[in-house]
């Protein structure tokens, strides 16, 4: 409680957010701004034969028009990769092709920007636009993992020498193999992680705004402005200084708006050419064509048993679709990040990952909600489904017998992973209670009865948060007019910062929450590597917390002093120091006007590693037999997050990540035509989210009796949690379901028209 945690206070972001007085990015008009507009290539795969923007320029109210020859005369750079990523074995340098803001010679993707316009109204643009002369030699192009890896596929880019540009190998093969020739029994699975898009609400937009000095802001929602200022700056070959970029109201990321687009490229440009503010914004069809999509990765897995049905191996190989130009965190997710959790919450002693990254005609895939974490738990969880279906055991049984044991914390994995704490075996036991498992086959019969094939599923899991970026630093700023304001790198997008970070500053200075300001999303304020991986909680808030306790200690001293009283004898209740046994003291806000009229108490804290936050789900289906429809009707999580400062917060963070997760395993999937290598879903009613009546309720148990030993707070990472759990509970569900009418397997998304066909060719 020293930090606040554990209140239920109103989010303070709401009433602004309800009330649309949020300022977004596209709210912003300045005076005499221009708009972009871009042309996008409409075939995958091709050389520019030709493109000529004169006619485009010829055009009323067109200011400016480029090509991507235009932009590299200029000395605009392809955005960087910010990472060394290896070659397909393991070692040396991944070579890909480079990405540039519009394309220079070839087209690798449909939806690639070929040219773009910058004039007077978006009318004009879009007029513009269509005046444009571009042809294109067409070439073949693969847009599949199964397609690129075929022999003799087309190359994507042939100085990369092949397809498949990256890879890394993780663990013991040769104990592995010994382990499965000694095994009494073997269990493989092939699955697949189907190519979906993170969807927020709002979409992307950015606006430049130059000044005087020549100096160039860039506003846009961005999960990650250091990152983000750091790749614009070496794009467009400027010293970071004479850029900023400021983050206004985020209507959700998800990831996809981590870091630099070709778009934030150009208005910035533009802007500093013109010396006038430029502005865009997209439509939900950029979003889906210019956008970064997430997942699209095929996975084999294997798994060895003893004679008492306990693990002793696991193998895998993946092959994940990078895209025609690999995004700067994108092969991270197979390559590092999914293997860290591949073994789940499992005592495995032997382990062995092997993962390749493929190079496609399609948009690059990128960090979404999870970011390899959901892939890797999906194939474990549904191996241990279909072995428990094998061996004719239940599948929360099978689990149980290789758990890893809460007295073997910390535990370290087979590849090396610390767990710092947990109770596996305890948060099983807890999801058997809440869900009713044991009264499961009373609602099967009702469901029957109904004329519908009702079945359960349960998924573990084990996450790893913090995005490997465990330093943040904070300002706590006590001002004159008796507020307070707390500066940070991290970025509040609906998560509810600003109401988590206020309720434990407040409950530590002792003041309402209300008059407590979250100033963030400002590169010339504040630093750092933004909301990623589930850190913000226990990485930005461990730093705010210990950090605010320092600022006390700062003004403890002033207010020593100015009373001319050892510190020591200063009681602090409320926003104020008194002298012990008297009613002589002073405010920290009448310091603050002493000193200028602002106290600033600048921070830098590191915590001591990652957290493992854990959990187990359980879903239950009803199946349509008739016409393959599938309702989700019962949903029950138990999730070890360990502190919890606001409940409500991480129970709608939860159940959030559980949504999308659904909405993974029964409906979403980006689809290319694999002819013509057009995006098939390029519309919200093409590409099929759920929506509030496809859901049911949703039970959520919140487990703090194991804290993490990592951070002052207690706390781990849980905005990812959803989106972990629910595929496999999902899908395993519905598998149950299915089972007795001899369905053995079936991948995401189990839309009706794919279940309806399993169901015909099982009983034929």
Sequence with gaps: MKFGAGGRPSRLEDGRLITGTAAFTDDMAPAGHLVLGVLRAPFAHGRIASISVDGALAMPGIVAAVTGRDLVADGVGPIPVLRDYPGPDGTGAMTAPPRH????????????IVAAVVGETLAAVNDALE??????????????L?????????????????????????????????????????????????????????????????????????HTGSQNPTATLQQLAETLGRDKASLRIRVPDIGGGFGLKGYLYPEDVLVTYFAARLARPVRWRAVRVDEFLGATH??????????????????????????????????????????????????????????????????TNTQATAPYRGAGRPEAIYAMERLM?????????????LRARSLI??????????????????????????????????????????????????GRGLSMFVEWTGGGALTEDVTIAVHADGTVSLETATIPMGQGLHTSFAQMAGAI??????????????TDVANGFGSFGSRSLFVG?????????????????????????DGADLEYRAGRFDVAGTDVGVSIFDLAAEAGGTIGVPFSHTVSGETWPNGAHVCEVEVDPVTGEVAVVRYTCVDDVGTVVNPQIVEGQIHGGVVQGIGQALSERIVYDEASGQLLTASLQDYAVPRADDLCPIHSVLDERWPCRNNPLGAKGAGESGTVGAPPAVMSALLDALRPLGVETLDMPATPDRVWAALQAARR
């Design 101 to 112: 803001a519009v394309a220079v010679d070839m087209v690798r993707h449909v939806g690639e």
């Design 294 to 359: 997430a997942r699209d990765q095929v996975t084999t897995i294997a798994a060895a048993f003893d004679a008492d049905l306990r693990l002793t191996a696991m193998r895998s190989h993946t092959l994940v679709n990078v895209g025609a130009y690999p995004h700067p965190a994108g092969p991270i997710l197979a390559l590092m990040l999914g293997p860290k959790v591949a073994a789940s919450v499992y005592d495995i002693p032997a382990v062995a990952i092997a993962v390749e990254g493929v190079l």
């Design 541 to 565: 808030g461990s730093a705010l917390a210990v950090g605010t306790h320092h600022t006390l200690d700062v003004l403890r001293q002033r207010a020593s002093d100015r009373l001319e009283v």
């Design 509 to 522: 200075l002792e003041i309402p929450p209300e008059r407590i300001r979250l100033l963030s999303g400002d």
């Design 405 to 454: 044991r809460p007295e073997a914390m910390p535990y370290r994995t087979a590849l090396g992973e610390t767990f710092d704490s947990g109770n596996f075996p305890e948060v099983l036991a807890q999801i058997l209670r809440a869900a009713d498992w044991d009264g499961f086959p009373s609602r099967r019969s009702g469901s029957a009865a109904q004329g519908r094939l009702r």
């Design 385 to 397: 489904d279909h072995a428990a279906a094998r061996f004719g055991v239940d599948p929360a049984e």
């Design 146 to 218: 199964a397609a690129a890896t075929a022999p003799g596929a087309p190359l994507v880019a042939p100085e990369a020498g092949g397809n498949v540009v990256t890879g890394r190998t993780h663990g013991d093969p040769e104990r592995v193999a010994a382990a499965f020739t000694a095994a009494a029994h073997v269990v493989e699975l092939a699955v697949e992680n189907q190519r979906v898009t993170a969807l927020p609400l709002e979409p992307r937009a950015s606006i430049a705004i130059p000044s005087p000095d020549g100096r160039v802001t860039l």
């Design 131 to 144: 005046a444009i002369a571009f042809e294109m030699d067409e070439r073949d192009a693969v847009l599949s």
